[in-house]
């Protein structure tokens, strides 16, 4: 089974900056696509982007120029570089991976980081 611990969240004011950091333990697995959600007070979950294991990326448009996903397959790792941030970027921040253990495929989630944007 692969666990998923999301890291990098914090307190941030419009305009800034903050790196999210996702790190996949466990034993006998492959991840595939991995994403990032988010889910602010009230709302619904809300996928903000997705990156293959091959690098292709999707961005949902709320924040196409400002976040950036990235992910290291040596390390097990994918990362959430998010600039410019908006009040509208408050929310946790939960990770989110596809893999496969020889012929079963899965999906597992963190338990997420909180990002607040406020002045």
């Known amino acids: 089974q692969v666990q998923l611990v999301e890291s990098g969240g914090g307190l941030v004011q419009p305009g800034g900056s903050l790196r999210l950091s996702c790190a996949a333990s466990?034993?006998?697995?492959?991840?595939?696509?991995m994403a990032w959600y988010r889910q602010a007070p009230g709302k619904p979950r809300e996928w903000v982007v997705r990156i293959t294991s091959d690098g292709r990326t999707n961005y949902t448009d709320s924040v196409k120029g400002r976040f950036a996903i990235s992910r290291d397959n040596t390390k097990n790792m994918v990362y959430l570089q998010m600039n410019s941030l908006k009040p509208e970027d408050t929310a946790v921040y939960l990770c989110?991976?596809?893999?496969?253990?020889?012929?079963?495929?899965?999906?597992?989630w963190g338990r997420g980081t909180q990002v607040t944007v406020s002045s």
């Open positions: 466990g034993s006998g697995f492959s991840i595939n696509a």
């Open positions: 989110n991976a596809a893999y496969t253990t020889g012929v079963l495929s899965f999906a597992t």
